[in-house]
């Protein structure tokens, strides 16, 4: 009966090792897929778009009151692939026009500013922790054939970040904050801000820049993860092999 116990108990505890070590965990490693919710629009009687009232979007500060409106905000839905960490992704489709049905891009969808399509890349790898923040000094910008937007600094404040579901400041350049509950398939929320470098191509040269991401955080199981467990059920295995020579 004792025997039994014991057994029942480091099979437990090995299983109790991995819930522990993944409900406290706040650092994303590289492979872990962040998803993204799809922004959803919401427009006035005339079909004009009021609000992007939830999900994910990036707002440009077009009229320069440090605000992002919510005519402003750019509805964001997943690509290929969504966010995954500690890799570099290249440049999405990017041309005048509205997106068309051949176009494509890893993190997010391809989206319409202006009437032209653009989409978001990084060309270094995103990393980090829900205490110091993601590293996102490579997010890179495309759009209207532009192949890249720097969008690595120039952090601000939006003066409504409150009513737009942002946290407070201050923002830091190249760090986005990041909440997230360290769990698999738990939810995160990213935002992010910078402002286009003076002198841009795209013509928008000193605009702030805001970024809103959400979705859920698929985790890659670690080799030490799996170490732990296997070391745990080797452990059972073995005082099950010792009790039946002595039987």
Aim: no cysteine.
């Amino acid at each position: 009966m004792n025997f039994t116990k014991t057994i029942f108990a480091l099979a437990i505890g090995s299983v109790g090792i991995m819930g522990a070590m993944s409900a406290s965990a706040a650092v994303v490693n590289t492979g872990d897929v962040l998803s993204i919710t799809a922004g959803v629009p919401a427009f006035d009687g005339s079909g004009t778009q009021t609000n992007v009232s939830s999900g994910s979007w990036f707002g440009m500060d077009n009229s320069g009151d440090s605000k992002i409106q919510g005519t402003e905000k750019v509805a964001l839905s997943q690509g290929t692939t969504g966010l995954v960490i500690g890799v570099t992704t290249s440049a999405g489709a990017s041309h005048p026009g509205a997106p068309t049905a051949g176009d494509t891009n890893a993190i997010t969808a391809p989206w319409s500013f202006f009437g032209n399509t653009g989409s978001d890349y990084a060309i270094v790898a995103v990393t980090g922790d829900t205490v110091t923040g993601l590293n996102m000094s490579g997010w890179t910008v495309t759009w209207s054939g532009i192949p890249a937007i720097p969008m690595g600094t120039g952090a601000w404040t939006p003066l409504n970040a409150a009513t737009i579901g942002m946290p407070a400041g201050p923002y830091t350049n190249g760090l986005a904050k990041f909440s997230w509950n360290g769990i698999d398939g738990g939810a995160y929320t990213l935002d992010y801000t910078a402002t286009v470098p003076l002198g841009d191509a795209s013509g928008f040269g000193g605009v702030k820049y805001a970024l809103h991401l959400q979705g859920n955080v698929a985790m890659v199981p670690e080799a030490s993860t799996y170490g732990m467990m296997l070391a745990g059920l080797g452990m059972v295995g073995f005082m099950a092999s010792r009790r039946r020579k002595s039987v």
